[in-house]
């Protein structure tokens, strides 16, 4: 059977799904945060791998599947993506494999065109967005740095500043 695997790792957990080239899901699975920058290389990519052992347990099939996209937080810089396919490989999940921010990934989710834009407000905030000509546009969540406004992070601590000035 020729499988799939689709995998989504944030800053609070990571999803796997295994489905078929004609999309029938097959099985999912769900770990522990899989982003590196924030809980360290080593425990992201043992939570990746959890999540995916146990799609494929649901699944019913053997690792490695014929291919997967990986739609990683963190992965923002071109040395966070050398270090991240590195260790997917290693990981030998799937035969073939793309390493993806995981705001393109939410993009190609929410949207059947092959253009748009979307904005992510998760622990951190991001975007990104495809022109129709394919052009690609990232704006990575590099935290206070690149004014990272609108992620949980920045919500909850404009929350505790504005409760503190209001006692």
Known sequence: MNCVLGVD???SKTF???AETTGR????????PGNHQTVGLERALAEIRRACEAACAEAGIPLPVAFGVFGLAGADLPEDFVLLERGI???K???RFRVENDTLVALRAGTRRPWGVVVVCGAGFNAAG?????RVFRLPGLGWISGDRGGGWFLAQE???HV????
């Open 9 to 11: 790792a944030g800053n």
């Open 89 to 91: 490989r290693e990981l």
């Open 164 to 167: 503190a000035r209001a006692w």
């Open 25 to 32: 899901v097959l099985g999912f699975g769900r770990a522990g």
């Open 159 to 161: 929350a505790v500043r």
């Open 130 to 134: 495809i022109a129709p000509d394919g």
């Open 93 to 95: 999940l799937a035969q």
């Open 16 to 18: 796997a799904l295994v």
